[in-house]
């Protein structure tokens, strides 16, 4: 079965860059899925940041595409998150998934969550 | 900007059967808006119930399903039980060039 498992620091001070990456095991990367990233900020609901194909092909949150930046790397069977210019407002637990095949939706199976606080 | 719209909390007595829905704010839902649905308890993760508007996914139990009821999404749960309560939610896909998928805001549902 796929396992998600986030990794990336914890604290991030604002205005620098948020930086995560998605460890896929047991299922390859390669495969016809999109992998993306979802935040729930603590006592609210869940956010879709974007998604990336395999290929490099990506979309957005359009509220957020201005400051993210994702990337694949397929000889390491892994995914990245980057967000610019963070606020407290980014403070969130950041969840790395694996979205259904033929893109019929942006998550499947989901990681743990890493819990990243945004202060200085 | 469209906003998906859910239900903010609903009850449910042990063995009975509710139905939650995921609408927008301006125009339908329809299967081209790929719902799917999400359970989460405190603490934890995000779990996948249903996608693609009515499929199960792995290892979730045929007490719930998913529908296009009117103009919504709805996921219906029967034979409610405790472990249930939960909130629940939906996402809904608006385009790779518009916006991409939008969540709902959640249903806390309450088994009681």
């Known amino acids: 079965q796929v396992q998600l498992q986030e990794s990336g620091p914890g604290l991030v001070k604002p205005s620098e860059t948020l930086s995560l990456t998605c460890t896929v095991s047991?299922?390859?990367?390669?495969?016809?899925?999109?992998w993306g990233w979802i935040r729930q900020p603590p006592g609210k609901g869940l956010e879709w940041i974007g998604s990336?194909?395999?290929?490099?092909?990506?979309y957005y949150n359009p509220s957020l595409k201005s400051r993210v930046t994702l990337s694949v790397d397929t000889s390491k069977n892994q995914f990245s998150l980057k967000l610019s210019s963070v606020t407290a407002a980014d403070t969130a637990v950041y969840y790395c998934a694996r979205g259904c095949s033929g893109g019929r939706c942006p998550v499947d199976y989901w990681g743990r969550g890493t819990l990243v606080t945004v202060s200085s | 900007q469209t906003v998906v719209t859910q239900e903010p909390s609903l009850s449910v007595s042990p063995g009975g059967t509710v139905t939650l829905t995921c609408g927008l704010s301006?125009?339908?839902?329809?299967?081209?808006?790929?719902p799917s649905w999400f359970q989460q308890t405190p603490g934890q993760a995000p779990r996948t119930l249903i996608y693609s508007t009515n499929t199960r996914s792995s290892g979730v139990p045929d007490r719930f399903s998913g529908s296009i009821l009117g103009n919504k999404a709805a996921l219906t749960i029967t034979g409610a039980r405790a472990d249930d309560e939960s909130d629940y939610y939906c996402v809904l896909y608006m385009g790779s060039a518009i916006s991409g998928w939008v969540f709902g805001g959640g249903t806390k549902l309450t088994v009681l």
């Open positions: 047991s299922y390859f990367i390669r495969s016809d899925n999109y």
């Open positions: 301006s125009g339908s839902v329809s299967t081209n808006y790929y």
């Open positions: 990336i194909y395999h290929s490099g092909s990506t």
